[in-house]
T-cell receptor, first 114, second 111 residues
Framework: DTGVSQNPRHKITKRGQNVTFRCDPI?????LYWYRQTLGQGPEFLTY????????KSRLLSDRFSAERPKGSFSTLEIQRTEQGDSAMYLC????????????FGEGSRLTVL | GEDVEQSLFLSVREGDSSVINCTYT??????LYWYKQEPGAGLQLLTY?????DMKQDQRLTVLLNKKDKHLSLRIADTQTGDSAIYFC???????????FGTGTRLKVLA
């Protein structure tokens, strides 16, 4: 078990470009979550999946954001037409529903939009 | 709505005990968690407690839950400089499986 893996760890992009982040959860975990964290704040919920179904999306997830988990394993979070306000750490977590919901987080992907 | 609140800062001397407090509003929470975050890193799950428990001990960590007052605390015994970090309280369960986080408590351990 190598833990939750996220890549890239850092991404610097120009405003208006598209970016994609990938999350590989712990293999037997059926729930996968995306969070956003800005400096000095706690993580804010974006969306979560149970297997391949996206069950909940936050109002923070504007139409420029899309998340997928096509085969119930890894997930991608795409941000289109990035804005400076999108600069943040994007955190992925996974959990096994039957095991006390213990969410384990990856190291995050830090996005800087210039 | 769902809300989790924590004090922002705590400073203790090495070897003392630290107590970090958290209050939450969702009375239907089923699990409550403590996470630790070091600079530039992700969140590390320290411990969690099921809502029908009032205490859980794990080595230097003691979690106390007062469900009536919706108050959760984390006590770290014999605090070390390596414990300096931001500690987040989180809850889940109830109507949703998402984790709701507090704003975090920055613990500074003085040598």
């Amino acid at each position: 078990d190598t833990g939750v893996s996220q890549n890239p760890r850092h991404k610097i992009t120009k405003r208006g470009q598209n970016v994609t982040f990938r999350c590989d959860p712990i293999s037997e975990h059926n729930r996968l979550y995306w969070y956003r964290q800005t400096l000095g704040q706690g993580p804010e919920f974006l969306t979560y999946f149970q297997n391949e179904a996206q069950l909940e999306k936050s109002r923070l997830l504007s139409d420029r954001f899309s998340a997928e988990r096509p085969k119930g394993s890894f997930s991608t979070l795409e941000i289109q037409r990035t804005e400076q306000g999108d600069s943040a750490m994007y955190l992925c977590a996974s959990s096994l529903a039957e095991k006390g919901q213990r969410g384990l987080f990856g190291e995050g992907s830090r996005l800087t939009v210039l | 709505g769902e809300d989790v609140e924590q004090s922002l800062f705590l400073s203790v001397r090495e070897g003392d005990s630290s107590v970090i407090n958290c209050t939450y509003t969702d009375s239907s929470s089923t699990y409550l968690y403590w996470y630790k975050q070091e600079p530039g890193a992700g969140l590390q799950l320290l411990t969690y407690i099921f809502s029908n428990m009032d205490m859980k001990q794990d080595q230097r960590l003691t979690v106390l839950l007062n469900k009536k007052d919706k108050h959760l605390s984390l006590r770290i015994a014999d605090t070390q400089t390596g414990d300096s970090a931001i500690y987040f309280c989180a809850e889940t369960g109830g109507r949703t499986y998402k984790y709701i986080f507090g704003t975090g408590t920055r613990l500074k351990v003085l040598a």
